[in-house]
Each structure stands twice: as C-alpha cells, then as structure tokens.
C-alpha cells in the first residue's frame, strides 16, 4: 500500500521567509500528486498538480517539484505571508488518491 | 455548479440514528471519491464511483456504510446506526476523467455523534 509522509508536521516561520515542505512517497507508480491546502473547518483547494512526467509546477508564490524516482516532493512558498497559514497536504494518485498527514503552517506578522 | 457542493456542512447525530451525506460533483466530471477525515489526520479513502458504477469500496470502514450514484453524478454517503467513532469530517471530491486529471473537493461535511 501506499505510505505518504510528509516533514515537518508543523511548521511556524516570520512573514517574509521563505519555506519548503516535504512529501515522500514509497510507490513511484502514481499519475500525479497534488499539493492542497486546508483551512480550519474547511475542505480541501488545489495548489498545484504535477503530473508523473514532469517535474515541477508553479504559481505565484509557489514551486512544487516532483522527483519520482526517489519518491519525493517539495513545496516551495516564497516571501510568506500570514494568509499562508493553514495545513498543506500533499497527496499521489494511484489507484486512489494517497494522503499524507500534512504540515501545519504558522506565518507570524 | 462552479465546484463540488456538500450537504449539509454539520451534521449532529445521536448514537444508533442513520445519516445521509450529500455530495454534487462538478457538472461533467466522471470520477467520485469519498474521503473521511478525523481530526489532526489527513483524509483517509472510502470510495470510488466512475459514472454510476462503484469501482472501489474497499475504504468502507464496515457494513453500516453505504454510497451511491445511482445518475452518475450526485452521490450519497449513508451511514447506518452511527456509533462515536463515526464522528469525522466526510470529504467527496470529482474529477474530470480519472485519477491522472486531478481532484476537487467539496468544502466537506463534519459529522458528530453524540
């Protein structure tokens, strides 16, 4: 099966630095992984999407790679910002979507 | 509809009653996932429906749990005889064709039994 982890699991840095999250995988036999955002109480809003043949994706602010044969993504979030609080989750689509358990951020003003 | 809508958004149950979650996919999409996720853990799998047909239920934690999508698009989670451990955040997502086009997911709907 399947194992996603994700490092650290919480996370709090000062409003204007920038940050990486981890992700690894133990099966490289996936279509894609996503990156998602959630806010308390909230469901889940897609960053990014990588799909297996490539290996990164961007926008705005954010940077996801995705390096298959070692089983590992990064999340790059540049210059933070309080609003980017919130638990990031990363998950690889198999024969279902994996999760992992995600990392809480904390953008201090 | 413009993105996955959920019903209801909080759910209050008694231990022993039956439920019923809503889920309206993204008008089009094939693909309908149903994750249940417990506080401080990432979303765990239950099931999967590509148009109406139910291609995995293996993520169904035991009988007392039971979806379908009899139209291929909205789909209802049913939980019979809830019991405590029941109590959890129920996420459905969509996608366009399959699992290599992405997900969608609702805003989810948090179910707690009392």
């Known amino acids: 099966k399947q194992e996603v982890t994700q490092i650290p699991a919480a996370l709090s840095v000062p409003e204007g630095e920038n940050l990486v999250l981890n992700c690894s995988f133990t099966?490289?036999?996936?279509?894609?992984l996503q990156w998602f955002r959630q806010d308390p109480g909230k469901g889940l809003t897609s960053l990014l999407l990588?799909?297996?043949?490539?290996r990164e994706q961007t926008s705005g602010r954010l940077n996801a790679s995705l390096d298959k044969s070692s089983g590992r993504s990064t999340l790059y979030i540049a210059a933070s910002q309080p609003g980017d609080s919130a638990t990031y989750l990363c998950?690889?689509?198999?024969?279902?979507?994996?999760f992992g358990t995600g990392t809480s951020l904390t953008v201090i003003p | 509809g413009a993105g996955v809508s959920q019903s209801p958004r909080y759910k209050v149950a008694k231990r022993g009653q039956d439920v019923a979650l809503r889920c309206d996919p993204i008008?089009?999409?094939?693909?309908l996932f149903w994750y249940q996720q417990a506080l401080g853990q990432g979303p765990e799998f239950l099931t999967y429906f590509q148009n109406e047909a139910q291609l995995d239920k293996s993520g169904l934690p035991s009988d007392r749990f039971f979806a379908e999508r009899p139209e291929g698009s909205v789909s209802t989670l049913k939980i019979q005889r809830t019991q405590q451990e029941d109590s959890a955040v129920y996420l459905c997502?969509?996608?366009?064709?399959?699992?290599?086009?992405?997900?969608?997911f609702g805003q989810g709907t948090r179910l707690t039994v009392v």
């Open positions: 990588i799909q297996s043949s490539q």
């Open positions: 998950a690889v689509a198999g024969n279902q979507f994996y």
């Open positions: 099966d490289s036999a996936i279509y894609n």
């Open positions: 008008s089009g999409h094939v693909s």
């Open positions: 997502a969509s996608s366009f064709r399959s699992l290599d086009s992405g997900a969608f």
